[in-house]
T-cell receptor, first 112, second 113 residues
Framework: GENVEQHPSTLSVQEGDSAVIKCTYS??????FPWYKQELGKRPQLIID?????GEKKDQRIAVTLNKTAKHFSLHITETQPEDSAVYFC???????????FGSGTRLQVQP | DSGVTQTPKHLITATGQRVTLRCSPR?????VYWYQQSLDQGLQFLIQ???????AKGNILERFSAQQFPDLHSELNLSSLELGDSALYFC????????????FGPGTRLLVL
């Protein structure tokens, strides 16, 4: 089955700096890659997603890039703010099996 | 608010007991997914239902079962509970078959003592 690896497991940045989280996937048939933000004790919230026919997608301070050849995708957060502090999960799914396979999560801490 | 609801929010029970977790998907969504989040295993897919039928299984134990009812709400039944079943249980919903985007409910925190 699909395997998604995520790193780093923890990331600490200063407010205003950029943060990058990387994921790799194993199943070349995967074609949907969402990113979820989870605050302590809360639900995972979808923050951005990308499909395999697109190489990059941006939404304000958040961007995701996808390299299908290398089977990896990354989340970029610019101008980080303390409220960006949370655990971020990458995930992957494919046609015919839309259940999400999650990475292990990255705890992002933005220091004010 | 994602529009997905789950009850109860918290559940404390003893080993060997049985509990039922309930999920109501977003209005119009036909797919319901159940996920378990534990400290050591992360977020893991358990089972998916689509319009009342089981469609995919993940790492779901035989002691666990689920169903989706005609009104599209779903229940996850956990029996013969063990300490290791303590976790957050989330359901997520999506629209039509093949729809990728999933919206998560607030979760049920289960503590088995």
């Amino acid at each position: 089955g699909e395997n998604v690896e995520q790193h780093p497991s923890t990331l600490s940045v200063q407010e205003g700096d950029s943060a990058v989280i990387k994921c790799t996937y194993s199943d070349s048939a995967s074609n949907y890659f969402p990113w979820y933000k989870q605050e302590l004790g809360k639900r995972p919230q979808l923050i951005i997603d990308i499909r395999s026919n697109v190489g990059e997608k941006k939404d304000q301070r958040i961007a995701v890039t996808l390299n299908k050849t290398a089977k990896h995708f990354s989340l970029h957060i610019t101008e980080t703010q303390p409220e960006d502090s949370a655990v971020y999960f990458c995930a992957a799914s494919k046609a015919g099996r839309r259940a999400l396979t999650f990475g292990s999560g990255t705890r992002l801490q933005v220091q004010p | 608010d994602s529009g997905v609801t789950q009850t109860p929010k918290h559940l404390i029970t003893a080993t060997g007991q049985r509990v039922t977790l309930r999920c109501s998907p977003r209005s119009g969504d036909l797919s319901v997914y159940w996920y378990q989040q534990s400290l050591d295993q992360g977020l893991q897919f358990l089972i998916q239902y689509y319009n009342g039928e089981e469609r995919a299984k993940g790492n779901i134990l035989e002691r666990f079962s689920a169903q989706q009812f005609p009104d599209l709400h779903s229940e996850l039944n956990l029996s013969s509970l063990e300490l290791g079943d303590s976790a957050l249980y989330f359901c997520a919903s999506s629209g039509s078959w093949g729809e990728e985007t999933q919206y998560f409910g607030p979760g049920t925190r289960l503590l088995v003592l």
